[in-house]
């Protein structure tokens, strides 16, 4: 359980500074926004990780989801490297809570 609060912690930090690098570089309020809201989410539900509640595995199950979704997109547009890595990064997270909760909560 704590392996996954932490590659949560990780991931809310670095969704959080890519919102800070894209309004940095691009001057757009919205990713500032959105990518520093999900990422606080993110590490308030680190929180309810730690204490084992079970719908803070679904929350970053959902998040991850989106926002590989959201950075692929960018990807397809932009052509960008760092939109890459954070689509590969989104979608490890997304893959790892995947498996973790049909372990965790049993489905067999």
């Known amino acids: 359980m704590k392996t996954t ?3 949560s912690l990780i991931y809310g930090l670095i969704v959080i500074l890519s919102g800070i690098m894209a309004f940095r570089f691009t ?5 500032l926004v959105v990518e520093v809201f999900l990422g606080i989410v993110i590490l ?3 929180f309810f990780m730690m204490m084992e509640k079970k719908p803070s595995f679904y929350v970053l199950l959902v998040l991850s989801f989106l926002l590989a979704i959201f950075y692929g997109y ?4 932009t052509h960008q490297f760092f939109q890459g890595i954070l689509t590969g990064v989104s979608f490890f ?3 790892y809570e995947l498996l ?4 965790i909560f049993g489905a067999e």
């Open 5 to 7: 609060a932490y590659i």
């Open 27 to 31: 001057g757009s309020f919205t990713p």
């Open 44 to 46: 308030v539900n680190v």
């Open 74 to 77: 960018n990807f397809s547009q």
């Open 93 to 95: 997270v997304f893959m």
């Open 100 to 103: 973790k909760i049909f372990k």
